[in-house]
């Protein structure tokens, strides 16, 4: 079955962010490809895979899947935010110890997208 990212046109930023970790967990490349945010660098998908598969950046995520899977708080942060760029906030908290995450994300084609590359 053909995967249509155009059904993801609809989601959230915190829809996107909530997919996208998902998608690590999984281990479903195509769809992490399909929600990064491409800035005229994105290469194609088999070196994307390559790139993200051997990058310390997939242990660190699989790590956040992990971590946040049972979170607290999902919320977009208002400071810097615009019709094009957007701050999502996820945290969780166990016990004493609180954890938090900021992802940013930026539109493309009326799609939100993980702005993930420079960090990969």
């Known amino acids: 079955m053909k995967k249509n ?62 971590i946040y899977r049972y979170f607290t708080q999902l919320e977009t942060r208002p400071e810097n935010q615009t019709d094009e760029e957007v701050l999502v906030e996820l945290s969780v908290s166990m016990g004493i110890n609180h954890y938090t995450v900021v992802y940013g994300l930026k539109k493309e084609s009326s799609m939100w997208k993980m702005d993930i590359l420079d960090i990969m």
């Not at 994105?42 to 790590?63: G, K």
Request: aromatic residues 16%; proline residues 6%; without cysteine.
């Open 5 to 66: 990212p155009d059904y993801l046109t609809h989601f959230s930023p915190e829809g996107i962010v909530l997919l996208y970790l998902h998608s690590i967990s999984l281990s479903d490349w195509e769809t992490i490809y399909s929600l990064t945010y491409d800035d005229g660098t994105l290469p194609d998908l088999a070196e994307f895979n390559e790139l993200y598969y051997d990058s310390p950046f997939i242990t660190a995520e699989n790590d956040s899947t992990l």
